[in-house]
């Protein structure tokens, strides 16, 4: 089993379209959660950090779910500029700087 | 502020060859890391620093080596390079300790002949 795990893609949406992506883990003592955002031939930025509570930044809504080991991301009234790939990050449990990166869900939002 | 810069962007070597590939950051962080990033693949970490004067491991090393004399730089240098080690790399830093936020830089993408 990977260490960490995302929805194979790519997900074709319409513009303004409501998409999610989940994302597992496996590692219990994991101690911090991340959603990056990838363009197309582009460095990873960082979209948004996971908190136990939930979080929200615009129309990104994140969540964590520590018991059933899975994040998930929300990504509401899509734009096209949405488009890229998302990729889940993981950080923790051996020292605090094992980061291990999901493959990614790529997105295309279409006109 | 400048960010992580990396440099070259692109290389070509041939098999056996060998290189350096050169990672900056002026935001005065403490950690940094090497990632590779084969096609349709996730990132992989190949070193990682905590600091000047130290580095570690992480999950594919072999055919690569670091070093941190100072805080900004963290250079990566490939020894006999293979094919296998044609990829995208990008370096990143985060501040403070702990598991925290990666900067990256726009990667340098090598391609072994």
């Known amino acids: 089993r990977k260490e960490v795990e995302q929805d194979p893609g790519p997900f074709n949406v319409p513009e303004g379209a409501t998409v999610a992506f989940n994302c597992t883990y496996s590692n219990s003592a994991s101690q911090s959660f991340f959603w990056y955002r990838q363009d197309c031939r582009k460095e990873p930025k960082l979209l948004m950090s996971v908190y136990s509570s939930g979080n929200e930044d615009g129309r990104f809504t994140a969540q964590l779910n520590r018991a059933s080991q899975y994040i998930s991301l929300l990504i509401r009234d899509s734009k096209l500029s949405d488009s890229a790939t998302y990729l889940c990050v993981v950080n923790g449990g051996t020292g605090g700087f094992k980061t291990i990166f999901g493959a990614g869900t790529r997105l295309f939002v279409k006109a | 502020n400048a960010g992580v810069t990396q440099t070259p962007k692109f290389q070509v070597l041939k098999t056996g060859q060998s290189m350096t590939l050169q990672c900056a950051q002026d935001?005065?962080?403490?950690?940094m890391y090497w990632y590779r990033q084969d096609p349709g693949m996730g990132l992989k970490l190949i070193y990682y620093?905590?600091?000047?004067?130290?580095?570690d491991k992480g999950e594919v090393p072999n055919g690569y080596n670091v070093s941190r004399s100072t805080t900004e730089d963290f250079p990566l240098r490939l020894e006999l390079a293979a094919p296998s080690q044609t990829s995208v790399y990008f370096c990143a830093s985060s501040g403070g300790q702990g598991a925290r936020e990666q900067y990256f830089g726009p990667g340098t993408r090598l391609t072994v002949t």
């Open positions: 935001m005065n962080h403490n950690s």
């Open positions: 620093s905590v600091g000047a004067g130290i580095t």
